[in-house]
């Protein structure tokens, strides 16, 4: 069965600090991979979405940047972190094609302090 | 570009009692639609889908929504809630086709069951 593993779980970064949350799926090939920030009372923002390795699509201007470097490797990073980069980290998969349902890791609580 | 509206951000409901959570959305193609649900600092539970066919889709814990093409709503409802309802309710769009490769989600819907 497909599992997708996000870590960490908890982060506290000062401000001016790099950032690296990494997400991996296993049990799947060619996944579309997705990064959402919820941010309190604001829902689920999609930052950035990857069809294929190497091929990133960055819906929201900001602070951070994504890669992927293997097929079921994604990983979000900023040089340098700001307080309003806190929130609530989703990585997400789904099947190629766009045809079914997302499948979410755990989450990643990041505070910039 | 696909977009999500949901139109309440917190409902409160007492026990047993009947709810319905609203949402609608725009597309300027044919659509799939989600509805999720994310317990405190967890991830997000696919509750239910539309992807084709009866515009009536059954889901888990007794869920159902109602996909409208005409009003381009997709509403979530429960006949009788229950205490372990309470958690934030997400709806979600994406485009059918080739192209449908974004996932996007609604502000969310809290819903609060009193006893």
């Known amino acids: 069965s497909q599992t997708i593993h996000q870590w960490p779980a908890t982060l506290v970064q000062p401000v001016g600090s790099p950032l690296s949350l990494e997400c991996t799926v296993e049990?799947?090939?060619?996944?579309?991979l997705y990064w959402y920030r919820q941010a309190a009372g604001r829902g689920l923002q999609l930052l950035f979405y990857s069809v294929g390795i190497g091929q990133i699509s960055s819906e929201v201007p900001q602070n951070l940047s994504a890669s992927r470097p293997q097929d079921r490797q994604f990983i979000l990073s900023s040089k340098k972190l700001l307080l309003s980069d806190s929130g609530f980290y989703l990585c997400?998969?789904?099947?190629?094609?766009?045809?079914?349902?997302?499948?979410f890791g755990q989450g990643t609580r990041l505070t910039v302090v | 570009a696909q977009s999500v509206t949901q139109l309440d951000s917190q409902v409160p409901v007492f026990e047993e009692a009947p709810v319905e959570l609203r949402c609608n959305y725009s597309s300027s193609v044919s659509v799939y639609l989600f509805w999720y649900v994310q317990y405190p600092n967890q991830g997000l539970q696919l509750l239910l889908k539309y992807l084709s066919g009866s515009t009536l889709v059954k889901g888990i814990n007794g869920f159902e929504a109602e996909f409208n093409k005409s009003q381009t709503s997709f509403h979530l409802r429960k006949p009788s809630v229950h205490i372990s309802d309470t958690a934030e309710y997400f709806c979600?769009?994406?485009?059918?086709?080739?192209?449908?490769?974004?996932?996007?989600f609604g502000q969310g819907t809290r819903l609060t069951i009193n006893p």
């Open positions: 049990g799947t090939s060619n996944p579309n």
């Open positions: 997400a998969w789904r099947r190629r094609g766009g045809y079914t349902e997302a499948f």
């Open positions: 979600a769009v994406s485009d059918q086709g080739q192209g449908a490769q974004k996932l996007v």
